[in-house]
C-alpha cells in the first residue's frame, strides 16, 4: 500500500479504529462510558478533517475514487453521523443503555458509507453495503427492552437481505455481460452497445435494490415501521446517511449504464412523492410522519435523475446536504422531548409544549419548514435547485408534480407547528427534559438550516462544480 | 454606497431589515413585561415610519415626482447567490413606494390598535408583526425574482401565525386556509420563474433573475401563457380574485384586528401590484389574450363581492366581502392598460388599505367592548358613542366614494380609463358603485342608528385617547387625497406611464418565434424613462454618488450580464 493509498482511506481508519478503541474501553475500563459520545464526536470530526484534506485521485487499483462530488457525500454522511451521536447521548442514558456498542456500530455504518460511496466497483459496493447494513439492523434492535423495536430491527434486516440478494444478482447479471466490476469499464460496454437484454435486467435490479435502501416507493414498506421502533436518534442517521451514499451509487450505476432511464426514474420519483406526500398527511405518530415525509424527499432528490447529467450529482448533492440537516435537527428535537422511548410518538403530545420548550420548539419548527421547502430557510435552495434542474431540461411536469406534492408536505408539517403553538397545552413532561448534547444538535441544525438558506452562496460554490445551466 | 452604508445609511435595507433586527431584543423582554413590550413595539413602528418618510423626502423631487431609489454597493446590486447571478437587488420606484410607505404607515396603528384586543403572547405578536414587514416591504421593492419570490413565501409564516395563535374560534382552518391557498398558488409561480430565468440563461449566455433582465425577454406565444397563467394564479389568488376569494372572509374573520388590518392593507395589495409589476408587463401578449377573462372576473369580484357583502350578518365579514369588490376595481383599473386607470388602481390600492385599515381598526374596538361582531347585537351605538359613530361613518364613506374623500377619487379615475379604454366592462363596473352604496350604509343604519334597544350596549364608553389618537391620522389622510390627489398622483405617474409605454410597446410587435433577447432599452424611450431622471435623482444624494449610480443605471446592463444575443 502506497502513502497515497492509506491517507485515501485515512477517514474510514479513524472511524474504525475509534469504533474499535470504544468497544476496549467499554470492556476494560467501563468507567469511561460517560464520554464515549464525545470521544466518538471527535472521531468524527477526525474523520471529517481526513476527507477534507484528501487529495483528488483513485487507489487501490481504482476501486476507489476520491473527487470532488464525493467528499460532499461524505460531508453529508459525517455531519448526519454526528448529530445522530449527540442526540444519542442523552436518549442512551435515559433508557440506560449507555454502552461501547452502540457508539462503536455507530461508527462502522459511517466506514462502510464512507467506502459505498468512493466506490467504484461493484463487489467492493456490495461489501460495503454489507458491513454498513449489518451494523444498521443491529442499530435498530438497539432497544432490547422494546417490542417494537425487535420488530422493527426484523423487518428492516428481511427487506434489506432482500434487496442485498436484488444487488447481488444484478451484479452478477452484469458481469455476465460485460466482463466486469468496475462502473467505468462497464460505463464503456454500454455505450459501445450490442449487449443482451440481461444487462438491463441486471441495472435494474441493482436500481431495485438501491432504491429499497433510498425507500422509494414501492421498495417502501419497511421505513414507517422500522422508523416507529427503532431509537429516534439513530434513525435521524438511518434517515439521511445510508440514503445518501444509496443514491450516489444509484447515479453512477444509471451514469454508466447510459442510455434511457429517465421513465424508469421519473416514474419511481412520481410514485414516491405522490404517495409519500399522502401517507404522511394521515399519521398521527411523528416518527411514521417524517418515515413518509422521508419518502417524499427521495422522490424529489430522484427529480434531478430523470434527465442524468453531470449536474444531477451537484443537485443530488446540494439537496441531501440540507436534507441531512432539516431531518437530523428534527429527529434530534424529537429524540429529546419524547421520554418514552417504547411508546407510540404521537404528535398531539406536543400539544402547546411551543410555550414550555422554546428553543427546541423553534428548532422543531425551522426544520419542519425547512423540510417543507419554505424561504428563507436551505430546504428551499435544495428543492430549488433540483427543481430548477427538471425545468430545464425538459422535465417541467416533473417539477410541477414536485411542487404540487409539496403543497402537501406544507400541509403535515404545519400541522406539527400548529400543535406546537395553537393548540392548549396537553400535559406537563414527566421527566426534566435535560438533554445538553441533544438540544444542542438540535439547536445546531436549526441554526444552520436557517443560514444556509439565508446565504446560500459559499455552500453552493462549493458544491455546484462548474457553473449550472445550458 | 459600501456596505456599511448599506445597512445603516438611508436605504431600503434599513427599512425592509430594520423591523426583523429590531424584533430580535424582544427575545431577551420578560413575558409578562407586555407593557414594555408593546410600547417597546410601538416605539420600533415609529421609528421605521421615521426611516419610511426620510427616504420618501429625500427622493421626492421638487416638483413632486420620485426618483427611484436603489440600494447599490459600488456601483451594482450585490450579488446574493453569485452561482445563478442572483442578486441583492432592491429598488422603489414610483409604483413601489406608496404602498411601502402604507406599510410602514399602518404598522404603529396596527401595533396600538392591538393594544387591548391582544391579550396573551404579545412578545410572538410583535415578532411576528415586525418580521411580516420585513416580508412584505421586501417583496414590494425586490427587482430580482429570485429575491421576491423568497420575500413573498417569508410573509406567509407571521401571518399563518397571527391567524392561528391569537385569532378567534375558528382560527386554526383559517390560518391553514390561508397558507394552503396562497402556497399553491406561489409553488407554480416558482416553476415560472425557474423556467424563465433558464430561458434568460439559455438565450443571453448567463444567469440572471434581475426584473430588467427578465424584461428584455421575448417569448413565443405559448410559453407566456403557460408563465403568466402561473404567475397570475399566484396574483390572483392574493388579491383575492374571484373563483380564488374564499380564504379571505374565513381569515378575515378569524384574524385579530391588527392582523386583519395588516392583510386588507398591505397583504393584498401585493397581488394586485403583482399583476402591475411583474404578471402583464413580463408576458404582455399572454396579459392581452387574457384581459377578457380578467376584465370578466374583475367585474364579477366587484358584483360578487357587492351582493355577498349586502346579505353579510358579521360586521368583519361585510368588510372582507367588500374588499373583493373594492380590488375588483383595482384590478378592472389593470386589465384596462390606460395609465388613467393605472392610477386610479394604484391610488386605490392605498385608499383601500387607508379606509379598510380603518374599518377593521374600528370593528376592533367594538369587539373590544363587546367581544362579538354581529349586527344583531347593536343597534343605535351613535348615542353612547358618538365619535365611535363619526369615525364608522367617515371611513364607510371613504370607502363608498363620496366625493371629497379617497375613494372617490380612486374609483372615478379607474372607471374614466377603464371606460376610455374598455368601454362597456366600465360602465358594468359602475353598478358595483351603487352596490357599494347600499350594504356599506345599510351597516351603519342598522348599528348606528335606531333604537338603542339593548342594555349592555346603552354603558359602551366612546372612543377613548389612544383610539382617536389612532383614527385621526388615517381620517386626514383620506381626506387630504380626497381633496388634493394630485400630489399622490404625481409621483407614480412617470413610472407607471413608463411600464405601461413598454408594455404597449411590446404588444404593438408580434410575438417572437423563440426565444429572443431586446436591446436595452436606448435612452428616451421606455424603461429608459428613468434613466433621463438621473443627474435630478443625484443631487438629492452625496455628489460622489452621482458617478457610481449614473454609472449603474446607464442604459447598458451591468457588467455581469452579457450582450444581447442579436
Known amino acids: ?470 | 454606497m459600501s456596505w456599511l452604508e448599506l445597512l445603516f445609511g438611508n436605504t431600503l435595507t434599513r427599512l425592509v431589515f430594520f423591523p426583523t433586527v429590531a424584533a430580535l431584543p424582544l427575545l431577551f423582554f420578560r413575558r409578562d413585561a407586555v407593557r414594555a413590550i408593546k410600547w417597546y413595539a410601538l416605539a420600533v413602528s415609529l421609528v421605521e415610519l421615521l426611516f419610511g418618510l426620510v427616504l420618501l423626502a429625500t427622493h421626492l423631487r421638487p416638483d413632486g415626482t420620485f426618483a427611484a431609489a436603489r440600494d447599490l454597493v459600488g456601483g451594482a446590486a450585490p450579488e446574493w447567490i453569485g452561482r445563478f447571478g442572483i442578486r441583492y437587488q432592491l429598488v422603489m420606484d414610483g409604483i413601489a413606494m406608496p404602498l411601502v410607505v402604507l406599510a410602514v404607515f399602518l404598522l404603529p396603528f396596527v401595533i396600538a390598535g392591538s393594544w387591548r384586543g391582544i391579550e396573551t403572547k404579545w412578545k410572538g405578536y410583535a415578532a411576528s408583526m415586525l418580521v411580516l414587514t420585513t416580508g412584505t416591504l421586501g417583496a414590494l421593492v425586490a427587482w430580482d425574482l429570485f429575491l421576491f419570490y423568497v420575500f413573498w413565501e417569508v410573509m406567509l409564516i407571521p401571518m399563518y401565525l397571527v391567524i392561528g395563535i391569537w385569532g378567534g374560534e375558528r382560527r386554526v382552518y383559517a390560518a391553514i386556509k390561508f397558507f394552503l391557498y396562497t402556497m399553491a398558488g406561489s409553488l407554480l409561480m416558482l416553476v415560472a420563474i425557474l423556467w424563465l430565468a433558464w430561458t434568460y440563461a439559455e438565450t443571453a449566455g448567463a444567469w440572471s433573475f434581475a426584473y430588467e433582465d427578465l424584461m428584455r425577454l421575448d417569448l413565443p406565444l405559448g410559453p407566456q401563457l403557460w408563465l403568466f397563467a402561473a404567475f397570475a394564479l399566484a396574483f390572483a389568488v392574493k388579491v383575492p380574485m374571484f373563483p380564488f376569494h374564499t380564504w379571505l372572509p374565513d381569515a378575515h374573520v378569524e384574524a385579530p384586528t391588527g392582523g386583519s388590518v395588516i392583510l386588507a392593507g398591505i397583504l393584498l395589495k401585493l397581488g394586485t401590484y403583482g399583476f402591475l409589476r411583474f404578471g402583464l408587463p413580463l408576458f404582455p401578449h399572454a396579459a392581452e389574450a387574457a384581459q377578457p377573462l380578467i376584465l370578466a372576473l374583475a367585474l364579477i369580484g366587484i358584483l360578487y363581492g357587492a351582493l355577498v357583502a349586502w346579505v353579510q350578518v358579521d360586521w368583519k365579514k361585510l368588510v372582507a366581502y367588500s374588499s373583493i369588490a373594492h380590488l375588483g376595481f383595482v384590478m378592472l383599473g389593470l386589465a384596462a392598460f390606460d395609465l388613467v386607470a393605472w392610477e386610479g388602481s394604484l391610488l386605490q390600492m392605498v385608499n383601500h388599505g387607508l379606509s379598510t385599515g380603518a374599518l377593521f381598526l374600528l370593528v376592533g374596538m367594538i369587539y373590544d367592548r363587546r367581544h362579538t361582531k354581529q349586527f344583531a347585537d347593536f343597534s343605535g351605538l351613535a348615542k353612547p358613542m358618538p365619535w365611535f359613530a363619526f369615525f364608522l361613518v367617515f371611513s364607510t364613506l371613504a370607502s363608498v366614494g363620496l366625493p371629497g374623500l379617497n375613494g372617490f377619487v380612486g374609483e372615478f379615475l379607474i372607471l374614466a380609463g377603464a371606460y376610455r379604454a374598455v368601454g362597456w366592462w366600465a360602465a358594468a363596473a359602475t353598478f358595483g358603485v351603487v352596490l357599494a352604496a347600499v350594504y356599506l350604509l345599510k351597516m351603519l343604519i342598522e348599528t348606528l342608528w335606531g333604537p338603542l334597544d339593548r342594555e349592555e350596549n346603552r354603558s359602551l364608553a366612546d372612543l377613548g385617547g389612544r383610539e382617536i389618537a389612532i383614527l385621526v391620522p388615517l381620517a386626514a389622510l383620506m381626506l387630504v387625497i380626497g381633496v388634493a390627489p394630485e400630489p399622490f398622483l404625481k409621483p407614480m405617474r412617470a413610472d407607471l406611464g413608463a411600464t405601461l409605454e413598454t408594455y404597449q410597446e411590446r404588444v404593438a410587435a408580434a410575438p417572437a418565434a423563440g426565444a429572443t433577447l431586446r436591446e436595452a432599452a436606448p435612452a428616451g424611450e421606455g424603461e429608459a424613462g428613468e434613466d433621463e431622471e438621473l443627474p435630478r435623482a443625484a443631487e438629492i444624494d452625496d455628489a460622489e454618488d452621482v458617478a457610481v449610480v449614473s454609472a449603474a443605471l446607464a442604459p447598458t446592463a451591468p457588467p455581469a450580464a452579457p450582450e444581447a444575443a442579436r
Open chain 1, 1 to 470: 500500500m502506497t502513502g497515497y493509498e492509506i491517507a485515501s482511506i485515512a477517514p474510514e481508519i479513524v472511524l474504525s479504529a475509534a469504533g474499535v478503541l470504544i468497544l476496549l474501553l467499554e470492556a476494560f475500563a467501563p468507567a469511561t462510558r460517560r464520554a464515549f459520545t464525545v470521544l466518538a464526536a471527535l472521531a468524527t470530526v477526525a474523520a471529517g478533517f481526513a476527507a477534507a484534506t484528501m487529495v483528488q485521485g483513485r487507489s487501490f487499483a481504482g476501486l476507489i475514487e476520491q473527487n470532488e462530488i464525493t467528499i460532499v457525500f461524505t460531508a453529508v454522511v459525517l455531519i448526519s453521523t454526528l448529530l445522530g451521536l449527540l442526540a444519542s447521548d442523552g436518549w442512551l442514558r435515559r433508557e440506560g443503555l449507555l454502552a461501547g456498542e452502540y457508539h462503536a456500530l455507530f461508527l462502522w455504518c459511517a466506514a462502510g458509507l464512507l467506502f459505498m460511496l468512493r466506490a467504484t466497483e461493484l463487489l467492493t459496493i456490495f461489501v460495503a453495503l454489507e458491513t454498513l447494513s449489518l451494523a444498521l439492523y443491529a442499530l435498530a434492535a438497539f432497544h432490547r427492552r422494546v417490542k417494537m423495536g425487535t420488530e422493527a430491527a426484523l423487518k428492516y434486516f428481511l427487506v434489506g437481505t432482500f434487496a442485498s440478494a436484488f444487488i447481488l444478482y444484478g451484479i452478477a447479471l452484469l458481469y455476465g455481460e460485460t466482463g466486469s466490476t468496475m462502473l467505468p469499464a462497464i460505463g464503456e460496454r454500454f455505450a459501445a452497445g450490442g449487449l443482451g437484454p440481461l444487462a438491463a435486467v441486471g441495472v435494474v435490479l441493482v436500481v431495485a435494490g438501491f432504491a429499497f435502501k433510498m425507500s422509494l416507493v414501492p421498495f417502501h414498506a419497511w421505513s414507517p415501521d422500522t422508523y416507529q421502533g427503532a431509537p429516534a436518534p439513530f434513525v435521524g442517521f438511518l434517515s439521511v446517511a445510508p440514503k445518501a451514499a444509496s443514491a450516489l451509487v444509484l447515479l453512477r450505476m444509471l451514469e454508466a449504464a447510459g442510455g434511457d432511464w429517465g421513465t424508469l426514474v421519473a416514474l419511481l420519483s412520481v410514485l414516491s412523492m405522490v404517495a409519500g406526500n399522502l401517507l404522511a398527511l394521515v399519521q398521527k405518530d411523528v416518527k411514521r410522519m417524517l418515515a413518509y415525509s422521508g419518502i417524499a424527499h427521495m422522490g424529489y432528490l430522484l427529480v434531478a435523475f430523470a434527465t442524468l447529467t453531470p449536474a444531477s450529482f451537484d443537485a443530488a448533492a446540494v439537496y441531501l446536504l440540507s436534507y441531512a440537516l432539516m431531518n437530523a435537527g428534527a429527529f434530534a428535537v424529537v429524540t429529546v422531548l419524547y421520554e418514552r422511548a417504547g411508546e407510540q410518538h404521537l404528535i398531539s403530545d406536543l400539544s402547546g409544549w411551543g410555550y414550555r420548550f422554546p428553543w427546541l420548539a423553534a428548532a422543531l419548527s425551522i426544520s419542519m419548514l425547512s423540510l417543507g421547502g419554505l424561504p428563507p430557510t436551505f430546504g428551499f435552495i435544495g428543492k430549488y435547485v433540483v427543481f430548477l434542474h427538471a425545468v430545464g431540461h425538459g422535465d417541467v411536469w416533473l417539477a410541477v408534480i414536485g411542487v404540487l406534492t409539496s403543497l402537501i408536505g406544507v400541509f403535515y408539517y404545519l400541522r406539527v407547528v400548529y400543535t406546537l403553538y395553537m393548540r392548549p397545552l396537553s400535559h406537563e413532561p414527566a421527566g426534566t427534559l435535560r438533554d445538553a448534547w441533544g438540544g444542542t444538535a438540535a439547536v445546531l441544525a436549526a441554526l444552520a438550516t436557517l443560514l444556509l438558506g439565508v446565504l446560500p452562496g459559499p455552500i453552493l460554490d462549493w458544491v455546484l462544480r462548474s457553473a449550472p445551466g445550458p
